[in-house]
């Protein structure tokens, strides 16, 4: 069975989406800046965004992720694999050539368990955003962390690790990568 893996880019100060979130800043001002490793980074950088599609069988983002993203996608949907959308609002799935998107409102452990299906022996991955992320890192769900922490302080956003006081979770860090852009770092998560 494959691995659950959490993955997304953060600022040095732990800031995943600037702050004044709109259509017309989807990401939060200047919040596009985070993931700018992934679209003009060195061939480094290249590999490691690579390594987010290698062995995935399904996708998790949130549901503002999905809003976030989806005009963005492409036909395709970007993914061409099955992404749960983890929502509080009904949705019907949403078709973009090879990628379905599907709107789960059973919680978390629910869109985990129909990724998990969905991915067979390959790995799913959680995308974010942060919320949907933090849920999932606090129900003990994730096997693997990958943060792309970029070299920037946002000083307010949206923040990645904002949770209840006296909850931990164990990590033990595996591999890192240096670049310019960004130092991807990888962890497997402590049970």
């Known amino acids: 069975m494959g691995r659950v893996i959490a993955e997304i880019s953060v600022s040095a100060d732990g800031i995943v989406a600037g702050p004044g979130s709109s259509a017309e800043h989807r990401l939060g001002e200047d919040g596009g800046l985070l993931h700018e ?3 003009e980074g060195t061939d480094a950088d290249g590999e490691v965004a690579a390594k987010l599609f290698e062995g995935t069988g399904a996708f998790v983002l949130g549901r503002t992720m999905f809003e976030v993203g989806v005009d963005t996608w492409g036909d395709d949907g970007t993914f061409e694999k099955p992404v749960y959308v983890v929502t509080n609002r009904p949705h019907e799935p949403v078709v973009k050539g090879p990628t379905t998107f599907t709107f789960v409102t059973e919680g978390v452990e ?10 067979g022996a390959d790995n799913v991955v959680v995308m974010g955003g942060g919320t949907t992320l933090r849920q999932f890192l606090s129900a003990g769900l994730v096997d693997e962390l990958r943060l ?30 240096e670049t310019p852009n960004a130092t991807h770092l990888i962890f497997d998560v402590l049970r």
């Open 148 to 177: 792309h922490v970029i070299p920037l302080l946002f000083g307010h956003g949206v923040r990645l690790f904002d949770g209840p006081p006296g909850e931990h979770v164990r990590l033990k860090r595996t591999a890192v990568a």
């Open 37 to 39: 490793w992934l679209f």
């Open 110 to 119: 629910n869109a985990l368990e129909q990724a998990k299906a969905a991915a």
